[in-house]
């Protein structure tokens, strides 16, 4: 029996399947596989909306060999880790935070020899995912510790704070513990829990009273268990806490230590008139579950416009079509007439983003130059799509220039992603650099209820306009401070630092376009005002005005960053970067260093800050890497791989499943893998076959024999086949065989090769690839040696990356239909419906080689036959090219 235990704080996924458990109880409490965990605690120090999350545990190993811990915690999207620790037996194993450069090369390193694994992976609509593991002796006691630090955001009227509970077995002392510090008062507080029972009801705590706020919830080992005498327990779901704060004034301004903070959040003022425009994709792939839900999200929208509001619906599919030639109000009579024409909204033809979302602008701009809509009132886009432009103007970067052009700032464009087929990254550049955003919308049944939750978050705007201006003589390195729009039950924060540390006072001149009128006043505010309020000293944690304002300047400059380009994004990154390891944030420009001991093959590891708008993080081809692990970098974790004769898997994380199929053809044909015409990257693979014929087979296996590797933009090939690599720079080559130990370091070009193992290739600022060499007995009848592939960072690659292996580098979805017997009793057939076709799977095994390079392990997956027809794009021949390069 392996000895494995998934141990977490927050979430806790089992490493192996529930029948390999070994349970035995020790007073009362569960041990699972010999380690018991005694002591789990997630301590919550909120100060100033900042918040500062310590996760403790505890676990002993009970059994008499040395066992493998996982610590595995769900923490917020908005959250930067700033420490983690091991403690195993009074030695204590710190992570240290690295550009994320000089971290990969320690990574690669590791991934050449066969070792480490990345920690981190997006895992949920709003959550991220930190794992790591260790062994630990017999009668070892193993302490993980975990930092991390969020800015609270106000959503309609409250502050949330969110945490995922499960711990899946019964822990002896487990808490939860948030204290809260507010210096304007805390006006109401509440914690709430989607696992709560009659018996745990009053288990949760709360108090408040004036500035102070106390959350606590520390359940028995009774008051655990999903019954009298059961081992299970029943903590399982969502912790929230909501609070909100007084306000007497619409400001609040604090000071401490050379560094400010301005929250800002009005009440009482009259609500604005809004023109809203709805531009909709009604191409072919939204039709069944997408449109249906689009249709029953817009008429519950329908239900909250209000009669002041000004609205219209754009269609786009191959056309344009448009509910009225321009802005209407809301009147009763509209709004019906509104309900019959969203009642019809049905699917047609392609995709004409440009010409939709231009409509839009153009209809905006008619009515505000018309006087078709009120003076005083807010404009927005709200624009959602499910797919990729390719009609009419298709290139995104046109797109992009027309729309900021037209728009010039005057209006906030929203994009909706639906589903995982979207280009998320050109949504979000769009969005940002017309001062709105982007949000995906997940392919579930409660699809309609995300986007009328959008819909409400900015569905009251209060003012237009918003402007804080500060002394610029007084103030340096400060965050944005102007803003489009302000809704109701939002906040704007705003924060920087003095030029003069020891300066005691601020003045804020504070502006805004109301309903009624221009909103226009002075706010000051001193030192000893603010350490007046802080009188509480346990309840400050360090600099925190400091840490808050490293953290939005980071945030703020990490989003500037996606829509910025040459020069600008430089100096962008470089300010990030320098910022995140000052404060020691995890960033998407930094990486935890986790350091382990060197006992029992333990290996390090390394931790990085998922990125949304990248949506794969590594593929993987062919078998029986030595222990090579994937570095986790981008949202979802999955990965593609083929292997064998050959075999494709790929994994869909959200469906927490997997689609395989094969591709039969015959030795000598070479394979498009991977090709991105943004990177100049390709690779290719030419098939080998056996060393003659299997009599009894119906087809020859064929595997990968050689590989060619390209970037165009650098003039670099790599050759590689069981026998030897070949590199070509320009017209010089250079040759090396599987018998040497390679380090090679060149302009564009890093190369490491481990004798008779593996080598590791990096080409130019592209992905890295890990390429394994297999070698069977050379007396074998029938077998020879053959190459797997590996590609780690593939989200260095474009978004227009292609191959049978790079368009899986993309989201994919899918739905499972109808499933009944097959003619094999063990493998039910079923209908899944993928990029809009209707194909008829299989349920079956194929194995993965990265662990066990000998025997595989076996990975559930729905099986497409007739070489991926209908789930690859074309047919496979189309991939087959003249040569490898």
Not at 116 to 134: H, N, Q, Y
Not at 611 to 630: C, D, F, K, N, W
Not at 699 to 719: D, E, R, S, V
Request: aromatic share 10%.
């Amino acid at each position: 029996m392996e000895n494995r235990l998934l141990l977490c704080i927050l979430l806790l996924i089992p490493a192996f399947a529930p029948s390999d458990f070994l349970v035995t109880h020790v007073r009362n409490i569960k041990v699972v596989n010999g380690i018991e965990i005694y002591s789990m605690k997630i301590d919550s120090k909120v100060t100033s909306r900042f918040a500062h999350n310590v996760i403790t545990s505890r676990a002993v190993n009970r059994g008499n060999v040395h066992k493998e811990v996982i610590f595995d915690v769900e923490l917020p999207k908005t959250a930067f880790i700033t420490n983690f620790s091991m403690t195993i037996d009074d030695v204590t194993y710190p992570g240290t935070i690295k550009e994320k450069e000089v971290a990969k090369k320690q990574y690669e390193k590791a991934v050449s020899k066969g070792q480490t694994a990345g920690l981190v992976r997006a895992s949920g609509r709003k959550t991220e995912k930190f794992t790591v593991s260790v062994n630990v002796a017999a009668a070892s006691k193993v302490t993980f510790e975990l930092t991390y630090e969020e800015l609270l955001k106000r959503q309609f009227g409250k502050y949330e704070m969110f945490i995922k509970v499960k711990p899946k077995q019964l822990v002896r002392d487990f808490e939860i513990e948030v204290n809260i510090f507010e210096s304007q008062g805390i006006t109401e507080l509440e914690a709430e829990a989607t696992f709560i029972t009659n018996d745990l009801q009053n288990v949760i705590k709360k108090t408040f009273s004036e500035k102070k706020g106390h959350i606590s919830f520390k359940p028995t080992l009774d008051q655990q268990r999903t019954c009298a005498n059961c081992s299970q327990s029943v903590l399982d779901g969502d912790f929230t806490v909501r609070y909100d704060v007084k306000r007497t004034t619409p400001d609040n301004l604090q000071i401490v230590n050379g560094y400010f903070v301005h929250f800002f959040a009005p009440t009482n003022l009259p609500k604005l008139p809004k023109n809203v425009i709805f531009v909709i994709d009604i191409s072919g792939s939204m039709a069944g579950r997408e449109i249906e839900q689009t249709r029953e999200a817009l008429l519950k929208i329908l239900g909250d416009i209000k009669e002041d509001d000004f609205f219209n619906f754009i269609l786009f599919g191959s056309e344009v079509h448009t509910w009225k030639e321009t802005l209407i109000k809301a009147t009763p009579e509209n709004l019906g007439e509104a309900r019959k024409f969203v009642r019809g909204i049905d699917t047609e033809g392609m995709t004409n983003l440009h010409g939709g979302i231009m409509r839009g602008i153009d209809m905006l701009n008619a009515a505000h130059v018309g006087n078709l809509v009120p003076k005083r009132s807010a404009s927005i886009i709200i624009m959602l799509t499910d797919g990729q432009p390719n009609v009419g103007i298709s290139n995104t970067q046109d797109i992009q220039a027309h729309v900021k052009k037209a728009t010039e700032g005057k209006y906030p464009l929203y994009n909706l992603g639906f589903g995982y087929g979207v280009d998320y990254g050109f949504l979000e550049k769009m969005a940002l650099e017309n001062k709105g955003l982007a949000r995906r919308i997940y392919p579930d049944s409660d699809a309609a209820l995300q986007l009328q939750g959008f819909y409400d978050e900015v569905s009251n705007p209060m003012l237009t306009d918003v402007e804080l201006n500060y002394p610029e003589n007084e103030i340096s390195d400060l965050t944005k401070n102007s803003f489009k729009h302000f809704y109701d039950g939002s906040e704007i924060v705003v924060a920087g630092r003095f030029i003069d540390n020891n300066q005691n006072s601020l003045t804020v001149d504070v502006r805004g376009e109301g309903a009624n009128d221009a909103l226009s006043y002075t706010t000051q505010q001193d030192t000893e005002q603010t350490a007046k309020a802080f009188q509480e000293q346990e309840y400050i944690f360090g600099d925190y005005i400091e840490r808050l304002w490293a953290y939005l300047t980071i945030e703020q400059l990490l989003e500037k960053r996606i829509a910025a380009t040459g020069e600008e994004k430089e100096n962008l990154t470089a300010e990030a970067l320098d910022l995140s390891l000052k404060y020691k944030f995890v960033t998407p420009l930094t990486s935890m260093v986790v350091t382990k001991p060197e006992d029992y093959n333990n290996q390090d590891g390394i931790a990085d800050k998922p990125i949304e708008a990248q949506a794969v993080t590594a593929a993987m081809l062919v078998p029986a890497a030595p222990q090579v692990s994937y570095l986790y970098t981008a949202h979802p974790t999955w990965y593609t791989s083929v292997d064998g004769d050959p075999h494709f898997i790929i994994s869909v994380p959200q469906k927490e499943d997997a689609i395989c199929f094969n591709i039969n053809e015959n030795p000598g044909a070479v394979l498009n893998l991977i090709n991105d015409p943004v990177t100049g990257i390709t690779v290719n693979g030419e098939l080998i076959g056996a060393k003659r014929a299997n009599g009894g087979a119906k087809m020859q296996n064929t595997y990968f024999g050689k590989l060619g590797i390209a970037n165009k933009h650098l003039n670099l090939k790599l050759t590689v086949t069981p026998e030897k690599i070949t590199i070509q720079n320009g017209n010089e080559k250079t040759g090396f065989t599987w018998l040497d130990s390679v380090t090679l370091q060149q302009e564009g070009l890093t190369l490491i090769i481990n004798r008779k193992k593996n080598l590791v290739l990096k080409m130019g600022s592209g992905a890295s690839f890990v390429i394994v060499l297999h070698q069977v007995w050379k007396k074998h009848p029938l077998h020879q040696d053959f190459l797997g592939l590996y590609t780690l960072e593939s989200d260095k690659l474009s978004e227009r990356t292609h191959g049978l292996l790079g368009q899986f580098f993309h989201p994919l979805d899918f739905t499972i239909l109808e499933i009944h017997p097959g003619s094999d009793p063990k493998k039910p057939d079923a209908t899944m419906i993928v990029k809009n076709n209707e194909l008829t799977v299989t349920r079956g095994w194929q194995k993965d080689y990265r662990r066990d390079p000998k025997h595989g392990v076996d990975i559930p997956c729905w099986f497409v036959h007739n070489n991926g027809a209908g789930l690859i794009d074309g047919v496979h021949t189309d991939y087959i090219v003249s040569s490898l390069f």
